[in-house]
């Protein structure tokens, strides 16, 4: 990006740090917020829940896609105007998607929220970098890491207690007010740093140009990808002529993005860096760390929500004890990375979320609230210990000028890996609710004397409450009905979190294969 100089007459870095950390704490916010709010999204824009988790999905991929343009941007915009234009983007459309009237015009919206957001986490970076002195950087870092990696804990908390306090529309209208003291705070304190008109001068210069076609390619990739993914299991996948589209164009782009970004100057995605080892495992470990951060901010509050009878406050307030346990451990395995290789950090940590995955994978629709709080503990034990060490891991032997590279391509695996998650889970819930219902229901038979033993009891039991024989038999029928739908929704959801336990156990041996790095060194953090 921008050369990393300090700017004359700045003031008091950690004001800085606080601004910088409350817009990156927005933009992270908004990969969550809404997940305990889509039954309400669904109630209200009158969609399915499969439908309203493209509100999700969307912003993902949006953000994710942007940030491989965000260090040209910057370099012909000036970081501060970037920044402004990013922010002021970020919550124009916050402001729209609570205005939203319908499904398509709240996706439009969130796809612009995540162009904006996806720009502001990289710069704020930078910014930081250039704010404090080098020996006072790692503290700054770590306001700015508190800050984004409490938001996705926040996120459902806030969204719950909105939703069910007010509407769903001020999950998103809350960013209103907060981002328009942001614009003015930053449009104050924030100064370009010096070397900033000359480099932009010489960019313009020499004509170094982005490429707009590489960037064109992924962008189809991961849109066509997530389109495939989200409507695959609606439209009966490649039985239909839409899907078969979609997914041809997902293809085509990727076999052309090859090709073309190997041979270009400046490439978009630099694929010779992701194809190294050390960062390329890395970039599959982000992915997979995203894929389970964001799948179980979704899905763990909606299994609550359908099969346990909690509110969206509850719901959010379940996922709150791992927040805390995420913030104090931040600090611990900040100590232990400069004693121990990230490596084997990073795979206590995975075996860490694996654990709480399984745990899971045991919910009963008597499981009480602190179990599933106990498991969200466990994955926020172990979260730090992928996070962190993932820095130092993927930059080593990367050269100083592809650093921010590295942080952008970072950032585009954690947000396309929680996509793909979100989509994956999503399809496994529906297919799988499917299937045990089916063998479910093979059991309701006469013949099956457990069921007419059931069915006895319900009748004599609405009976007891006034109704007639005919009633009463008509209610039981209903009752197990809705008995067999739910216990075929919570098997499903245990499924989901089996397979979310075996994608944390593949990046133990992935991390494991990862060399060993000088320790000691302080590194950004790649958020």
């Known amino acids: 990006m921008s050369p990393r100089t300090a700017a004359k007459s700045s003031p008091n870095p950690w004001i800085i740090a606080v601004v910088v950390a409350l817009a990156s704490f927005m933009e992270v916010l908004d990969t969550t917020i809404a997940n305990v709010a889509l039954n309400y999204i669904s109630g209200g824009l009158g969609v399915s829940q499969d439908e309203a988790s493209w509100v999700v999905t969307t912003y993902l991929v949006s953000n994710a896609v942007i940030v491989t343009a965000t260090s040209y941007l910057v370099r012909i915009l000036g970081r501060k105007t970037f920044f402004l234009a990013c922010l002021a983007l970020f919550t124009i459309s916050s402001i729209m998607c609570g205005f939203a009237p319908n499904l398509q015009f709240l996706l439009l919206a969130r796809i612009m929220q995540g162009i904006g957001g996806g720009g502001m986490v990289p710069v704020a970076q930078s910014i930081l970098a250039d704010s404090f002195p080098p020996e006072k950087r790692g503290q700054g870092f770590a306001l700015f890491g508190v800050a984004v990696v409490v938001a996705p804990v926040v996120g459902p908390t806030l969204g719950g207690f909105l939703s069910d306090n007010f509407s769903w529309h001020w999950c998103f209208l809350i960013n209103g007010p907060v981002g328009a003291l942001t614009l003015a705070a930053v449009a104050i304190l924030i100064k370009e740093p010096e070397g900033s008109a000359e480099e932009r001068a010489r960019v313009r210069k020499e004509k170094i140009g982005f490429d707009w076609i590489g960037f064109g390619l992924v962008a189809t990739f991961l849109g066509a990808l997530e389109l495939t993914l989200d409507r695959g299991l609606e439209d009966d996948w490649f039985g239909s002529g839409f899907i078969i589209m979609a997914a041809s164009i997902s293809a085509l782009a990727f076999v052309l993005m090859i090709p073309w970004e190997l041979k270009h100057k400046n490439p978009a995605i630099d694929l010779r860096m992701v194809a190294g080892r050390q960062f390329g495992t890395c970039f599959l470990v982000m992915m997979a760390t995203g894929a389970l951060l964001l799948a179980t901010t979704q899905y763990l509050p909606q299994l609550v929500q359908e099969n346990l009878g909690y509110t969206a406050t509850w719901a959010g307030m379940m996922l709150s004890p791992g927040g805390v346990v995420t913030l104090v451990m931040m600090f611990v395995v900040g100590i232990l990375s400069s004693k121990v290789q990230p490596k084997y950090l990073i795979a206590i940590g995975a075996g860490f979320v694996a654990f709480s995955m399984y745990r899971v994978t045991n919910v009963y629709s008597g499981t009480g609230f602190w179990y599933l709080a106990e498991a969200r503990m466990l994955q926020g034990i172990g979260l730090p210990f992928i996070f962190l060490p993932i820095t130092s891991a993927s930059y080593d032997g990367i050269p100083s000028s592809k650093t921010d590279q590295a942080s952008a391509l970072l950032n585009a695996a954690r947000n396309t890996g929680g996509s793909i998650g979100v989509s994956l889970i999503s399809n496994t819930i529906t297919h799988r609710e499917q299937f045990h219902q089916s063998r479910l229901v093979e059991h309701i038979i006469p013949s099956n004397g457990a ?77």
């Open 451 to 527: 069921y007419q033993e059931t069915l006895n009891q319900m009748t004599n039991y609405f009976m007891g409450q006034g109704s007639s024989q005919v009633m009463a038999q008509k209610q039981a029928l209903s009752w197990i009905n809705e008995q067999i739908q739910s216990q075929a929704s919570l098997l499903s959801y245990v499924d989901a979190f089996w397979v979310l336990t075996l994608i944390s156990l593949a990046a133990i041996p992935l991390a494991l294969t990862l060399r060993n790095v000088t320790l000691g060194k302080k590194a950004t953090m790649a958020h």
